[in-house]
């Protein structure tokens, strides 16, 4: 049974802000309106003030990209970008964009880069002659690289010093104000709460408001007792407190160890090590390196900097390297790994950064650290070594190479000679061990080489293109991403897409930029157009949406910078303040019109079919439903009242009622009883036998009872992630599914009502 009680608890965030979408996009809020009768005056005066700067708005991008297209060709923007699967995505994104709206400019830059991507293949060919390369003098360029990211390094710290300065001092005042309110907080315990969750609002820490509305809840409810609230506040929401500036003080300030936490947060280090312990285990922080012995710990990034990545891999290559070389070369080597691997540690506790500033110096140094492989590879060789040509070619990264280099070479010797235990290894068992690890370092070069050739492809693409079993070809993809060959770029159809680390240049940077723009203003300008030829009351939402687009585009433009300059600045210094009030007016009057003219109204919501996926994917992808909407629906007759769904519930949305449904228990078919476990058939048999007549109502137990009850689903806190529905170990499927509509009439009269 679902439970629709919606009083004046306070609602689950994920909760409000889905309904608050609901209602803003339907119409349904009710906001200071001015009579019906003017609706179509305030829509005509609308028009009348803001025709005359959407003129100046819509002619805008024509006139940004004809001198952005002039500065490309001055500048030769186009010959800093090596990545041609970049191109080839900004050449679809001007296409689309033309195709939508012409927008001047646009098309020579897309020819532009059509015939820069032609030049680049037809550059590209299979090389006859052997280019030999002086390894002494290439290895001298090393140090003055690798001294010119040491510089950046540091510029990259001492912005990280002055950027933290002023997130330390509100990480101080919110320590200053805990340590203020510690000696009051075996008092009252209702008012500590209020105290906490002022200064723990200001952290945005998920856990810790997630906490502090479930105790409300609880003791609301009256299933915390005084003694059980005043020991979770004092305690457990004390220390999600602590866990919440720990992140944010990561987040803002950078890394730091222990002792530097419990400094800052002016408390001891053991309480830090504990709430650290606790937030490794939710993959919320990582240790990052070591300071005087001390353990360094940072917040977890969702994906690192392609650069740190970029620059492990040289250091990998250098290291196969200082093996292969002898005497000053190697010392070089040795120095220069020396300095990189001080200079990756660095990076690893900066986080993040400007990847662009580095983008010259790592390329070149990669470049250059890649030729001196290639040239020790050739030099060296054996008789055995075809299959290493073969991976050569395939485009396998060089410091993987040089591991399968040793192998080849010294794998012989585990034949004819013994290992550390005086064993010998059997020459058909060498020949088959050997036969697969080729196999499959050959195939990983192929797929490394459909990658940097096509850009970020996923396993499907991969498999089609390569001939290899898509089964094999996940697998190392897998193995790839893992040893940072590859790492993940986003989703195309529900496929992960894989790519190799990249370092982005600056031109690069704003290719991007520019491409992604340039498709945002042709769609929001053929939508403008459209809307202002007949506008309408429910046309205002796009009407802003589309102002919007093009205030934020002229934002992003003007940080946009080619050759070191920006571009058509005095441009987009004229259109900056027709954008904002633009925007202005459109909200303005999107808040006037009355909500009785909504999108949709309540009645349409009900039953409202929940989107999964489309039908052409459905088979590919499986359950994938729009979480956050559903409804949640019970059956007694596989129930086991094990309260696995309420203690799993993220939300505390779930309930086991201390209610027993006679009645429901007779209507349970015989065949759903024989499928529960022997207990609970016996009870139901023997409740069934014990009968004079059927009963009617419920009995209520005087105190929870796990093991009998019915379980109520809150919706006004519920999110249907289906963490229930996993957990549940009912009979079959459970005895929770998640039914994907969802009745919204009472949730949405009640939020309406709010706001009257």
């Known amino acids: 049974m679902i439970a629709e009680m919606y009083d004046d608890r306070e609602m689950a965030p994920k909760r409000r802000r889905m309904l608050d979408m609901i209602l803003s996009l339907g119409g349904l809020k009710e906001e200071a309106a001015i ?22 708005i819509l002619s805008f991008p024509d006139a940004y990209f004809e001198d952005l297209l002039n500065a490309v060709q001055r500048t030769g923007l186009v010959n800093g970008i090596s990545d041609r699967a970049l191109i080839r995505e900004a050449v679809l994104k001007l296409q689309r964009a033309d195709e939508v709206s012409r927008l001047s400019g646009v098309s020579g830059l897309r020819a532009l880069l059509a015939s820069t991507l032609e030049a680049m293949a037809q550059g590209e060919g299979p090389s006859t002659s052997e280019s030999r390369i002086d390894v002494t003098e290439v290895l001298q360029q090393l140090p003055a690289l690798v001294q010119q990211i040491e510089a950046t390094v540091s510029a990259y710290e001492e912005n990280a010093r002055s950027a933290s300065e002023a997130a330390l001092s509100d990480v101080k005042q919110m320590a200053s104000s805990v340590a203020q309110m510690l000696s009051t907080l075996e008092g009252d315990p209702d008012e500590a709460l209020e105290s906490l969750q002022k200064i723990g609002n200001k952290t945005r820490y998920g856990p810790f408001l997630r906490v502090a509305a479930q105790l409300k809840r609880g003791k609301r409810e009256g299933r915390i007792d005084e003694a059980e609230f005043k020991r979770l506040v004092t305690r457990n929401l004390l220390q999600e407190l602590y866990r919440g500036m720990i992140l944010l003080t990561l987040g803002s300030t950078g890394s730091k160890t222990v002792p530097q936490l419990a400094s800052l947060i002016e408390t001891t280090p053991k309480e830090i090590q504990s709430a650290i312990v606790s937030m490794i285990q939710r993959s919320e922080v990582e240790m990052v390196g ?39 070369s190697s010392n070089t080597v040795k120095v220069v790994l020396e300095r990189l691997e001080r200079v990756h540690g660095r990076l690893q506790l900066l986080s993040e950064y400007d990847e662009t500033k580095l983008s010259e110096p790592v390329n070149r140094l990669r470049e250059l650290v890649g030729s001196v492989t290639e040239s020790l590879l050739k030099a060296k060789t054996s008789d055995k070594s075809e299959e290493l ?12 190479r040089f591991r399968l280099k040793i192998a080849l070479e010294k794998g012989p010797h585990l034949v004819t000679g013994t290992n550390a235990y005086g064993e010998k290894l059997d020459p058909d068992v060498y020949k088959r061990i050997m036969d697969t690890y080729l196999d499959n370092e050959i195939e990983r070069g192929i797929i490394l080489l459909l990658i940097r050739e096509h850009g970020a492809m996923s396993a499907k693409d991969l498999a089609e293109k390569s001939r290899i079993p898509q089964n094999r070809v996940l697998s190392h993809l897998l193995r790839m991403k893992r040893d940072e060959l590859l790492t993940t770029v986003g989703e195309t159809h529900g496929y992960v897409l894989y790519d190799v680390p990249r370092v982005p240049s600056e031109s690069e940077v704003t290719l991007k930029v520019v491409s992604e723009i340039a498709l945002q203003l042709a769609e929001a300008k053929s939508e403008l157009s459209r809307i202002l030829q007949d506008l309408k009351p429910q046309d205002i939402g796009r009407l802003a949406n589309s102002l919007e687009v093009f205030s934020r585009a002229r934002d992003k433009l003007a940080r946009v910078r080619v050759g070191g300059s920006p571009v058509a600045e005095a441009i987009l210094q004229e259109v900056e303040d027709k954008a904002k009030t633009a925007v202005a007016m459109a909200y303005r009057t999107r808040a006037r019109i009355p909500s009785t003219r909504p999108k949709v109204t309540i009645d349409d919501l009900i039953d409202i079919d929940v989107p999964s ?4 994917y459905r088979d590919m992808m499986g359950y994938a439903p729009l979480l956050g909407f559903g409804t949640i629906n019970w059956d007694q007759s596989k129930c086991l009242g094990c309260k696995s769904c309420e203690l799993s519930c993220p939300e505390d949305a779930i309930f086991l009622r201390p209610k027993i449904d006679l009645e429901e228990i007779f209507r349970i078919p015989e065949s759903s009883v024989q499928k529960l476990p022997t207990n609970r058939a016996l009870l139901y048999n023997t409740l069934r036998g014990l009968a004079v007549s059927r009963p009617v109502g419920q009995i209520v137990l005087k105190k929870d009872s796990p093991g009998f009850g019915r379980v109520e689903v809150d919706l006004w806190l519920c999110v249907a992630c289906r963490t229930c529905v996993r957990r549940c170990p009912g009979p079959e499927n459970g005895a929770l599914t998640l039914e994907l509509k969802w009745s919204l009439p009472e949730v949405v009269r009640h939020m309406t009502a709010e706001t009257r």
């Open 389 to 400: 040509r073969l991976l050569v070619s395939a485009g396998l990264e060089a410091f993987a």
């Open 613 to 616: 996926v489309l039908d052409e």
């Open 290 to 328: 070591l300071n005087g012995g001390a353990p360094v710990f940072a917040a977890v990034l969702a994906t690192p900097p392609q650069t740190t990545m970029v620059v492990k891999g040289i250091l990998q290559q250098l290291r196969g390297m200082v093996r292969s070389l002898e005497g000053e």
């Open 35 to 56: 009579p019906l009768s003017r609706v179509n005056e305030e829509i005509a005066s609308l028009k009348a003030s803001i025709s005359p700067i959407v003129e100046s």
